[in-house]
């Protein structure tokens, strides 16, 4: 009874398909993780990296800047139709003070990201730092939330009439809906963006503020998490030898008729290439050996024991011969 094997040449072919598996199995295992300020789209895999927005007060000033010595300053935002002009930083708090912004503690104002200031004078919070971009559909989205209190939008403005009437309105603070502002950006990617572009799009009820930010930080890469260059190289590598073998081996088995080791391509190529690096490697060895009087290779030990043993039998037969002349003269 015979049992089929199956030959390392017919099995090679399923290896080769399987190693975008294999590597895929291998990177996802071995992915670091995810750096804050950095997503990886599910949708084509391509790495998002905001970090280069962020302004701390260690960053460079701005290329537009004459001077070196400028202080850092946050992003900016003009406020156009709206009242009041915007400050933000990406993924970071602000670096701009913000003692005296309104109804938020003071343990948090130290995480504010983004707020403005009115024509009054007045700083309101419109979200606090956050760290975690995330993909809405197609949309590269950045989000506050936990800014200063927003107004009751009808019963507020109703109040304040009232209060305006008694001429107690200039000292009137908006009535709180229980609510706080945040901010919704969307990065939007631009190659040619020196700088990062914010837009202010608009806000409901004093509440909710919509922002479009153009910036090459935004660009997508492709996925330099999962595998890096040297590893995509080696694996193209790999498939192209596993090809090159696979099919000289099918070529010469089947056209040829080679067996044994001839059956790998270019044999006489190969063979001729390791057994010149043999030689050299031996001739080195054996150099080394003279000048450090190191024994030298077995065979070498045996090539010369046999070489004296031949002269030796060499100079008994020589010697056995001229005692057979000088016996028979005597």
Not at 60 to 69: I, L
Not at 111 to 118: D, L, P, Q, R
Not at 149 to 168: H, L
Request: net charge negative; with cysteine; glycine share 8%.
């Amino acid at each position: 009874m015979r049992f089929w094997t199956a030959s390392p040449v017919s099995t090679l072919p399923f290896f080769i398909f399987s190693l975008p598996q294999l590597a895929t199995a291998d990177t996802s295992s071995n992915t670091p993780p995810q750096q804050p300020c950095t997503v990886i789209s599910t949708q084509s895999g391509n790495f998002f990296d905001l970090r280069p927005l962020t302004r701390t007060s260690t960053s460079t000033s701005s290329s537009s800047s004459s001077n070196k010595g400028d202080a850092v300053h946050d992003w900016t935002a003009r406020g156009h139709d709206y009242p009041a002009n915007f400050t933000l930083n990406i993924c970071a708090p602000v670096v701009s003070d913000v003692a005296d912004v309104e109804s938020v503690p003071t343990s948090q104002k130290s995480n504010i990201s983004a707020f403005y200031i009115t024509q009054e004078g007045q700083q309101y919070s419109i979200g606090g730092v956050s760290k975690s971009p995330y993909f809405r559909g197609r949309k590269l989205v950045l989000e506050y939330v936990g800014g200063s209190p927003c107004p009751a939008p009808d019963d507020a403005d109703e109040e304040e009439e009232e209060e305006r009437e008694k001429g107690k309105a200039s000292k009137t603070k908006k009535k709180e809906s229980g609510y706080r502002k945040s901010t919704i950006m969307s990065h939007l990617c631009d190659h040619d963006a020196i700088r990062p572009v914010i837009s202010f799009v608009g806000e409901v009820n004093e509440c909710g503020y919509f922002f479009e930010v153009r910036s090459s930080a935004a660009c997508p890469t492709v996925g330099t998490q999962a595998l890096g260059p040297v590893s995509v190289f080696g694996i193209i590598g790999l498939v192209a030898a596993l090809v090159y073998l696979v099919g000289g081996c099918v070529y010469q088995r089947t056209v040829m008729h080679a067996r044994g080791w001839r059956q790998i391509p270019n044999y006489a190529v190969w063979a001729g290439l390791v057994g010149g690096v043999w030689a050299l490697i031996e001739s080195i060895w054996n150099r080394c050996a003279d000048r450090l009087h190191l024994p030298r290779s077995p065979y070498d030990r045996l090539a010369a024991r046999r070489s004296s043993l031949e002269n030796e039998s060499e100079n008994n037969r020589l010697i056995d011969s001229l005692d057979e002349d000088w016996g028979g003269d005597s």
